[in-house]
């Protein structure tokens, strides 16, 4: 999934009848300037079933969930909980099968696919475990990429993407390719990739599951930072160390919710958000 969704989270639309120099038109201008009272993110009753012949597999059932503006959430669970595939979902990189699914008061299954293109281009920064930099291009280049797919112009392009290296730490190696740098430096080039687009959300999937101790400390750090300047973070993860990082923990096991409570980490009115958020 990882791969495909790689692809999907860079394309900025379907394709149908665009070309490289069309300029790109946002059509979710006010999507994210809702009531800030209200949840960005609403779950309702969702559940995901796969079929293979006549088996069905339920990787999902019953999910209520609801996420504010500026929460920094972990859902956790062990292999094969159904967190990765919750993940998918909320990125709109799957589609649901039963339930009802609202971002930012858009209702998703209403939308088209050119409108979750640029729902995945503009709106949601995505972060994988694997760091999906292209090995010939510097890291400028591989940030920038959103953009392009975006028909951002050119020097604009890579003036955002160079900000966005310097803002993770990476102003002296906006040059260098993905094999001359550290696997910590890798996942930071990935999230200024994540952030070139100024997106309200950030989903980050095990984000930290190829590094060491002190590149993963630099990692989480980094989401401290994104989540003290207002970010929303969403943060899939099987590691407890990595989940009480954030304000919230989210527990799915067996494709379900099992708990839903402050980490108490973090103080403040987005520790306590979510209180009352799951049914």
């Known amino acids: 999934m990882a791969e495909r969704g790689m692809d999907l989270m860079t394309s900025g ?47 999902l059932r019953g999910i209520d969930l ?40 858009e209702n998703v299954g209403n939308l088209d696919e050119e409108d979750l ?7 949601i920064g995505f972060v994988f475990q694997q760091f999906n930099l292209l090995p010939s291009l510097p890291s400028w280049r591989n940030v920038e990429l959103p953009l392009v797919y975006g028909r951002v112009e050119k020097a604009e392009r ?61 990692v989480l750090a980094l989401f401290d930072e994104l989540h003290a300047q207002g970010r929303t973070i969403i943060l899939i993860t099987h590691e407890l160390e990595v989940a009480q990082q954030a304000s919230r923990i989210v527990w799915v096991r067996d494709g379900a919710i099992h708990s839903d409570s402050p980490s108490g980490r973090h103080g403040g009115p987005a520790a306590g958000a979510h209180e009352g958020s799951t049914r």
């Open 13 to 59: 639309r379907s394709g149908r009848g665009s070309t490289a120099t069309e300029p790109a038109v946002d059509r979710f201008p006010g999507a994210w300037t809702t009531d800030p009272t209200a949840p960005v993110i609403e779950l309702d009753g969702v559940g995901k079933t796969y079929s293979s012949g006549a088996i069905e597999f339920e990787a």
């Open 66 to 105: 609801a996420i504010h503006q500026g929460e920094y959430v972990a859902i956790m669970g062990p292999s094969g909980s159904g967190k990765s595939t919750l993940m998918n979902i909320l990125g709109c990189l799957d589609t649901l099968t039963v339930g009802e699914y609202r971002l930012a008061g």
């Open 117 to 123: 293109a640029q729902i995945r281009n503009q709106r």
């Open 158 to 218: 890579q003036r955002r993407a160079v900000a966005a290296l310097e803002r993770v730490g990476l102003a002296d190696r906006v040059d260098n390719r993905p094999g001359e740098l550290s696997g910590g430096q890798q996942q930071r080039v990935a999230v200024a990739r994540a952030l070139v687009g100024e997106p309200a959300l950030i989903l980050a999937d095990e984000p930290t599951g190829n590094l060491d101790s002190v590149s993963t400390a630099d």
